[in-house]
């Protein structure tokens, strides 16, 4: 119960200790602390075994990361570490593989974490380009270039990755950088990628094939008229100018943006994994900060474990009291994938 009002409702330990003596059980906020470190090593095993299934059986995730403030003991002031998430999630092209979510926290966020994480992974990563992607893929999520080294021949600990780019970002940086008395090249940017989405809310999930195929007749033509159109635009506007910036963000990456367009596994955006980072994030704003690096650790864990949970339909409380009780049995020297939140769901009527 205390683990699920932290990590799902984000209710900071202190608040929990307040209500719990209001209720006549007085429990120290230092014993509940304690108590989540210490389940928080017990559970270390089952999330490790989820990050390794996510790398090993996928050929397109999604990343982003969050900060994780982190008290620096002795110091009295806290340090940024970050939350690292990987993603997978193949419902949009009617994959086999149950989706699922692993946070790593890491003290930082330079690309030998990226690395790290990412080891043994081929393919695809999706996300901003905060972060940049690989395939496998994985789609990078903001503009920030820690994963850029993964897509080179110089990647060590599996091939290069192919980025995909989130369309959803690039929109968002042209609304940003629209004037405040509004801008007749924003607003045709706009209709331009809403057409974009039309199709893919047409195709979503459908198998790959039909995907790529669809993407092939309706959307590549659009897309190759919008960065055409986008090119000529940004000849007239100033690169300095936030929207110069926006329009050049976008043309500088056409390859990861058009990507999607030949593969029907990868989606048009990485809002999936964004959607998953607000959960710890809400922990951040209410818990303010982790104790130390073992306090993140376990932030990870459990925001792994109650992430995968929610995207499966499993109520975590019944999963957490389940979990708890085979460690107890000794279920580890068993069978692990016995343990993973994804096992706990209920077959969908048909399948």
């Known amino acids: 119960q205390i683990a699920v009002s932290k990590h799902s409702e984000h209710m900071p330990l202190n608040r929990q200790a307040v209500v719990m003596a209001r209720h006549g059980v007085p429990i120290d906020r230092s014993v509940l602390a304690d108590w989540m470190g210490r389940t928080g090593a017990l559970i270390a095993p089952v999330v490790d075994h989820m990050a390794k299934s996510l790398l090993a059986d996928s050929t397109r995730l999604y990343v982003d990361e969050t900060t994780a403030p982190v008290l620096e003991p002795g110091k009295g002031k806290t340090k940024t570490g970050y939350l690292w998430a990987v993603l997978r999630d193949d419902r949009g092209w009617n994959g086999p593989a149950p989706p699922g979510v692993v946070f790593h926290y890491r003290p930082g966020r330079k690309g030998e974490y990226a690395a790290e994480i990412l080891k ?95 993407r092939q007749e309706l959307s590549r033509p659009l897309v190759d008229a919008f960065f055409i159109w986008l ?64 306090g993140g650790r376990n932030w990870a864990r459990f925001a792994s474990l109650i992430g995968t949970c929610k995207m499966n339909g499993v109520e975590p409380y019944a999963y957490l009291r389940d979990l708890f009780t085979k460690l107890a049995g000794g279920h580890l020297d068993r069978d692990i994938d016995d343990l993973m939140p994804w096992t706990y769901a209920q077959p969908v009527d048909g399948a």
């Open 120 to 214: 043994g992974f081929n393919g695809t990563i999706q996300g901003e380009e905060g972060q940049e992607m690989v395939r496998g893929t994985i789609s990078p999520t903001n503009a920030y270039g820690g994963y850029t080294h993964l897509a080179t021949p110089k990647r060590t600990g599996g091939d290069p990755l192919r980025l995909a780019f989130c369309w959803a970002h690039g929109r968002r940086k042209l609304i940003k950088a629209n004037p405040q008395k509004g801008s007749p090249i924003v607003d045709e940017a706009l209709l331009r990628i809403a057409a974009l989405y039309k199709v893919e809310d047409a195709i979503r999930g459908s198998d790959p094939d039909h995907r790529r195929a669809v």
């Open 231 to 294: 090119q000529a635009q940004a000849a007239r506007i100033s690169r300095k100018s936030d929207l110069g910036e926006a329009m050049a963000y976008m043309l500088k990456r056409q390859d990861g943006f058009r990507l999607f367009l030949n593969d029907g596994h990868v989606d048009i955006d990485s809002n999936l994994v964004e959607n998953a980072i607000r959960s710890p994030a809400m922990n951040r704003r209410n818990a303010l900060f982790a104790g130390h690096d073992e």
